[in-house]
T-cell receptor
């Protein structure tokens, strides 16, 4: 158990819908990272937040957005969902920028 | 930006043999190179990492080597066991501590390792 929690574990929705994925970092970690892992694909970096502020953006679509709240939990919002958005979404946390990242168990999103 | 390539994509070895996975990176500023193991249905877990001021690091049956000049690093697993079967990811990033505000990790595409008993 990494100490990072993600909810929900599974999410099934339809095209055009909007969903919110939630991540709680390890106690004391200020950084939260979001990654997308499609079937048989590597981990694609989406976005990084540090203590409530956006620090880096990767291959994140404009339909996707994220935020980190004062209690340090983070949410990833995916809107106008398409079939191709079906994937595993992981968040990770670390105590320093870019230091060892601890991954949560992931949320499996299925768009029908 | 950083680009990390990983080979091979699949690797099958006999129990007790060694396994080697190789990665190359493009950004010479990268200074932190972790390796993650992902078992089925779980999130990636860090198994070993190396920083650019070190050429080799070992932890029991696992070792990582780094060649900064050639910009490549490798994972070596000796005396493989069936429980080593998983997908392994290499990654590269720039650690600059709290002064940096543009710091993210780029992952290789992964290697599916199968250890046959």
């Amino acid at each position: 158990d990494s100490g990072v929690t993600q909810t929900p574990k599974h999410l099934i929705t339809a095209t055009g819908q909007r969903v919110t994925l939630r991540c709680s970092p390890r106690s004391g970690d200020l950084s939260v990272y979001w990654y997308q892992q499609s079937l048989d694909q590597g981990l694609q970096f989406l976005i990084h937040y540090y203590n409530g502020e956006e620090r880096a953006k990767g291959n994140i679509l404009e339909r996707f957005s994220a935020q980190q709240f004062p209690d340090l939990h983070s949410e990833l919002n995916l809107s106008s969902l398409e079939l191709g958005d079906s994937a595993l979404y992981f968040c990770a946390s670390s105590s320093l920028l870019g230091d060892e990242q601890f991954f949560g168990p992931g949320t499996r999103l299925t768009v029908l | 930006g950083e680009n990390v390539e990983q080979h091979p994509s699949t690797l099958s070895v006999q129990e007790g043999d060694s396994a080697v996975i190789k990665c190359t990176y493009s950004d010479s500023a990268s200074n932190y190179f972790p390796w993650y193991k992902q078992e089925l249905g779980k999130g990636p877990q860090l198994i070993i990492d190396i920083r650019s001021n070190v050429g080799e690091k070992k932890d029991q049956r696992i070792a990582v080597t780094l060649n900064k000049t050639a910009k490549h690093f490798s994972l070596h697993i000796t005396e493989t066991q069936p429980e080593d079967s998983a997908v392994y990811f290499c990654a590269a990033s720039i650690l600059m501590g709290l002064t940096d505000n543009n710091n993210d990790m780029r992952f290789g595409a992964g290697t599916r390792l199968t250890v046959k008993p």
